[in-house]
């Protein structure tokens, strides 16, 4: 298995496969929504490709701070093709999106997810480090920051999803 930033053909797979992880249609449209904004981040749009073909996808976007023009990176969707699950191609996609979001110099990634399956790669409550959820939020526990960057100035407000961001 490779990982490697997505290319324009791959896209069809790429909503192949959200729609596939998640068995519905939100993940694949905000997938595209994200896709068609100036909140893409394309170098951080990664695949996970095995004997040729997307088995798995993360995207991250950036998002707002609340009566700010700081712009915060945001991870997900991030979906693995059913049968391909429990093999650790997740785990690669999270750790290959912090480690292109520390080669751009970002602080923080956000994202929202269970905590027992994020915090083995050093995400926690966001809230707890002043950095609030958006109101389209599903649940505040679920809403985590990596912190990447230990010295730098960690924003604090509350996030916001930009109105391209479907909720």
Not at 141 to 158: M, N, S
């Amino acid at each position: 298995m490779t990982i490697g930033q997505s290319a324009d053909d791959d896209w069809p797979a790429i909503l192949d496969v959200h729609r596939r992880a998640f068995g519905e249609e939100v993940p694949p449209a905000m997938a595209d929504a994200i896709r068609a904004s100036d909140g893409w981040v394309p170098q951080l749009s990664l695949v996970a490709v095995e004997d040729e073909a997307v088995v798995g996808h993360a995207l991250t976007s950036w998002v707002g701070l609340e009566r700010s023009r700081r712009r915060l990176l945001q991870t997900g969707p991030i979906g693995v093709l059913p049968e391909h699950q429990g093999r650790g191609i997740g785990s690669a996609l999270v750790r290959a999106t912090l480690d292109g979001a520390r080669a751009l110099g970002e602080p923080l990634v956000l994202l929202e997810g269970d905590p027992a399956y994020y915090g083995r790669f050093g995400f926690v409550r966001a809230d707890e480090l002043g950095v609030l959820p958006p109101p389209e939020a599903l649940y505040d526990w679920a809403f985590q920051v990596a912190v990447l960057d230990d010295e730098a100035e960690l924003p604090q407000g509350r996030v916001v999803y930009p109105p391209t961001f479907p909720h």
